[in-house]
């Protein structure tokens, strides 16, 4: 048996109220009765002495109840106005509504401030959230399933349909909630709401969310500073470019090296600088068709946000991004990277044996690829989580062979597309794998291999990245050239051949667009950046299992011109 609980004092004042009418009933009935003696025949009462004793004990019993009903009801309205400042005082907005949406005449005072209201007794809560229109109809069709017996929605289920914010002409975000009061058979009677003030809280956690943004940019930039210089000198010259606003700012290989930035920025954790890049995207991808005075207008004002933003990274990371203490305690001398390019390229102008320079450029300039290649890794696996997607980590199979890093950067920076399609296009979600028979976490694999072309005698470089995902659909790759090229010769090429068009022509599959993808920049730049190097790229997709990139690479690459 659960233990007995005492009850609380304003339980004990209604039981005694009870009580007490109880009492005065009983007394009330014999009074009655006494008077109804001889109207039934009996004899009335004549004796004073027992006519007086009932008077006495009725009147001393009558005066009890009511002095112990007077101390009920002043501590029963102690309490009720006990409640009313406590409620009030929380600084919370309290109102009920029953199931056609008008509201009780018991409300808290906060009610005013926080939904804007002069009033609230009787009046439909549509009227006092400020919901109108179309909305306002949803909301009265939710309550009458609300209230509706046998509903297969819960009370929680049913009011997440149900506004979740006070519409405010300010700034502030009033939260609503709603709680069930229920009857003794458990049906649905009233609806409280309650409105809560989250404006401090929520400008808390977003500036907690900024300086978790900025641990997590500051981590990624010190994991791998010579891509982020690089990437900080790309945007350097993009904004230059912008400035100069030059004919080939509308050139598709402008767009593309705007995408590539873009991504980068989405790798080192530079959000507000990636959000501003692709606002840029949108306005070169629709300046061709708008005069040109019209277009360098709004390419301008777009500009200025991502100058803004640039300026405000290097502004905060000046002291942090060229810093690297403990160097010189492990017996290291830090020389910068163009002074030794400088010297490889002191080298060539002297006319030094090619062996020679090679030998330096293996043994000073170059770096183990795999390490350059990590960076894939780093940028697959956040963005996974965001998409609630599951993926291992990239596997790196092969020779872990030595390049020189500054003509690889642009392709690394370009190749995070890749990992980006891979990501958002290519893997399913878990659910979706597990009924196509697949393990739920999709896998990517990248292959380095030195090897012989069949085309030629010289040593090339070989990277293969690949995927278990989705692949990549022929018939959607078709629908697409129909739009952009209906009376092209893509039309007799076979399904193999077709996909390659993905890496030459520069569009998506994908109908929406994102600040992740669907531009169809990012392959076209892998593609740009393999051409630039000498190089040559092919896809080769299966449908519900996979995508392959192959990048074939000299295996001497010019490290300086």
Not at 376 to 403: C, N, Q, W, Y
Not at 549 to 555: K, Q, Y
Request: hydrophobic share 40%.
């Amino acid at each position: 048996m659960p233990p007995f609980r005492k009850p609380s004092p304003a339980i004990r004042q209604i039981e005694l109220i009870h009580t007490s009418l109880g009492g005065l009933l009983l007394m009330c009935m014999v009074l009655t009765a006494g008077l109804l003696l001889p109207v039934f025949g009996f004899n009335g009462l004549s004796s004073p002495l027992v006519a007086a004793c009932i008077i006495v004990t009725v009147a001393v019993g009558a005066g009890a109840l009511y002095a112990q009903n007077l101390g009920a009801h002043r501590a029963l309205l102690d309490q009720a106005r006990l409640t009313e400042v406590l409620i009030n005082s929380l600084g919370q907005g309290f109102l009920s509504f029953d199931a056609k949406g008008a509201c009780g005449p018991v409300y808290s005072q906060a009610c005013h401030a926080l939904l804007c209201v002069d009033d609230v007794a009787d009046r439909p809560v549509t009227e006092v959230l400020r919901v109108t229109g179309s909305p306002a109809a949803e909301f009265v069709e939710w309550l009458d399933i609300l209230f509706m017996q046998g509903h297969a929605l819960s009370f929680e289920d049913a009011v997440r349909f149900l506004p979740d914010r006070a519409a405010r002409d300010d700034a502030r975000t009033v939260e609503l909630t709603y709680r069930p009061v229920r009857d003794k058979e458990g049906l649905l009677t009233r609806v409280v709401l309650i409105a809560t003030d989250r404006t401090e809280e929520m400008e808390a956690q977003k500036r907690a969310d900024q300086e978790r943004q900025f641990a997590a940019m500051v981590c990624a930039i010190f994991a791998e500073r010579p891509a982020f210089a690089v990437t900080m000198k790309q945007i350097s010259t993009l904004l230059e470019r912008l400035t100069r606003f030059d004919e080939g700012v509308l050139a598709p290989d402008f767009f593309r090296e705007v995408h590539t930035a873009k991504g980068a920025a989405l790798h080192f954790k530079m959000d507000a600088l990636a959000t501003a890049l692709h606002g840029l995207e949108q306005e070169l991808k629709t300046g061709k068709s708008r005069p040109l005075d019209e277009a360098r207008s709004c390419i301008d004002s777009n500009r200025a946000l991502v100058q803004r933003e640039f300026g405000r990274i290097q502004n905060t990371l000046r002291d942090i991004a060229g810093a690297d203490a403990g160097a010189e305690s492990r017996g290291l001398i830090e020389v910068d990277e163009e002074s030794i390019y400088r010297f490889a390229r002191l080298l060539k102008q002297h006319n030094v044996s090619p062996d020679l320079i090679y030998a330096y450029q293996a043994g000073v300039l170059s770096v183990p690829l795999f390490g350059l290649l990590k960076t894939l890794d780093r940028h697959m696996l956040p963005l996974a989580e965001r998409l609630e997607k599951r993926v291992r980590p990239i596997s790196f199979t092969g020779e872990d062979v030595r390049l020189p890093a500054r003509p690889l950067q642009p392709l690394l920076l370009a190749l995070t597309h890749v990992v980006r399609n891979v990501v958002d296009h290519g893997i399913e979600p878990p659910l979706s794998r597990m009924a196509k028979g697949k393990d739920p976490q999709g896998s990517v694999v990248v292959d380095v291999r030195c090897g012989k072309s069949d085309s030629s005698s010289e040593d090339w470089l070989i990277i293969t990245i690949s995927d278990d995902g989705a692949g990549i659909d022929p018939n959607k790759v078709r629908e697409r050239l129909s739009k952009l090229d209906p009376e092209g010769d893509w039309r007799f090429d076979d399904d193999t051949t077709v996909i390659q068009q993905l890496l030459t022509r520069g569009f998506s599959t994908k109908e929406e667009t994102s600040l992740l993808s669907g531009r169809g920049a990012g392959l076209a730049a892998v593609y740009q950046q393999v051409l630039n190097l000498g190089g040559r790229a092919r896809l080769v997709s299966e449908m519900h299992k996979g995508t392959r990139l192959t990048v074939e690479l000299p295996a001497r690459l010019k490290a300086c011109e």
